[in-house]
Nanobody, 126 residues
Framework: HVQLVESGGGSVQVGGSLRLSCKAS????????MAWFRQAPGQAREWVAG????????YYAESVKGRFTISQDFIKNTVYLQMNSLKVEDTAMYYC????????????????????WGQGTQVTVS
């Protein structure tokens, strides 16, 4: 059973940066696909970014493309989300997710595509 623990959230001004971390109990076939989702109050959970095992392929939602970067550190069993040029609309609870396969080609990722979830870390931009 994979455990995911997020950290790095906080409050930041518009235009600022944050780096979220997701430490996994393992990086293996069980975490072949990892992703970040976010959920604002009263809204559905939405996919933000995804990465496949090996880190060679990364994918981003249009709303964050060019501002956010997802990456992996295999030595630390950690996936990061570097968030730059933050906007008020980026305010949400951010969740790390993992699955052995994930959505094929990272097409229209849905929460149901991922088996493992962290507890979330709050990001507030004002």
């Amino acid at each position: 059973h994979v455990q995911l623990v997020e950290s790095g959230g906080g409050s930041v001004q518009v235009g600022g940066s944050l780096r979220l971390s997701c430490k996994a109990s393992e990086l293996s076939y069980s975490t072949g696909c990892m992703a970040w989702f976010r959920q604002a109050p009263g809204q559905a959970r939405e996919w933000v970014a995804g990465i496949y095992f090996g880190g060679g392929s990364t994918y981003y939602a249009e709303s964050v493309k060019g501002r956010f970067t997802i990456s992996q550190d295999f030595i630390k069993n950690t996936v990061y989300l570097q968030m730059n040029s933050l906007k008020v609309e980026d305010t949400a609870m951010y969740y790390c997710a993992a699955d052995s396969v994930g959505p094929i080609g990272m097409l229209d990722p849905q929460p149901t595509d991922f088996n493992y979830w962290g507890q979330g870390t709050q990001v507030t931009v004002s």
